[in-house]
């Protein structure tokens, strides 16, 4: 069984259009992440919430907009597509993120969605 | 704020050579420090990590101890396989100052293995 699922695998898209990734993660977590990497490998955290509410907001275009319908799941939407967003997509999760208990702060990673905008 | 940094890549060595990959951290508290590895095509899972300071962690042949007298966390393999070409991440989780711990990645380290 896939721990973090993440759909789609591959997204090929123009330039202008919204796109949504899905992530799901059946691990029982209470927090989950969305990470990009970039041609480089450099990995940046975007955003991260705990119990389905927005922790870590990094300094990410607000056409990126993170929903958490329950604490399982975590979709990226992204609108008005820009070149610069051509990049792999990883959503993780991690037990929790509290302060205190580094046991817990493990990330399990999904396998990424490769998006390229033309 | 906390930073982690590795060496750069790319690292290619030959099948059956020793490994360093060296990481330096800096952090307002006391850290867990991670190894991610991740594969071609794949994302990135945990290999190793170390709660608190002389731990060591070890799996798969590699290993990593936590000095804070030195604020390292090196890893290193004896005997390395072309199977563990990769891309390897050092990381650090600390709480700095608010109610949650705080995950930062190093830049990634490559590693080429041929026969």
């Known amino acids: 069984d896939t721990a973090v699922s993440q759909t789609p695998k591959y997204l090929v898209t123009q330039m202008g259009n919204d796109k949504s990734i899905k992530c799901e993660q059946n691990?029982?977590?209470?927090?989950m992440y969305w990470y990009k990497q970039d041609s480089k490998k450099f990995l940046k955290i975007m955003f991260s919430?705990?119990?389905?509410?927005?922790?870590i907001n990094e300094t990410v275009p607000n056409r990126f907009s993170p929903k958490s319908p329950d604490k399982a799941h975590l979709n990226l939407h992204i609108n008005s597509l820009e070149l610069g967003d051509s990049a792999v997509y990883f959503c993780?999760?991690?037990?929790?993120?509290?302060?205190?208990?580094?046991?817990?702060?493990?990330?399990?990673f999904g396998p990424g969605t490769r998006l390229t905008v033309l | 704020g906390d930073s982690v940094t590795q060496m750069e890549g790319p690292v290619t060595l030959s099948e059956e050579a020793f490994l360093t990959i060296n990481c330096t951290y800096t952090?307002?508290?006391?850290?867990?420090l991670f190894w991610y590895v991740q594969y071609p095509g794949e994302g990135l899972q945990l290999l190793l990590k170390a709660t608190k300071a002389d731990d060591k962690g070890s799996n798969k042949g590699f290993e990593a101890t936590y000095r804070k007298e030195t604020t390292s966390f090196h890893l290193e393999k004896g005997s390395v396989q072309v199977s563990d070409s990769a891309v390897y991440f050092c990381a650090l989780s600390d709480q700095e100052g608010t109610s949650y711990d705080k995950v930062i990645f190093g830049p990634g380290t490559s590693l080429s293995v041929i026969p």
């Open positions: 993780a999760s991690s037990q929790d993120m509290l302060a205190g208990d580094p046991s817990t702060d493990t990330q399990y």
């Open positions: 919430y705990n119990n389905k509410e927005l922790i």
């Open positions: 691990l029982g977590h209470d927090t």
């Open positions: 952090a307002t508290g006391y850290p867990s």
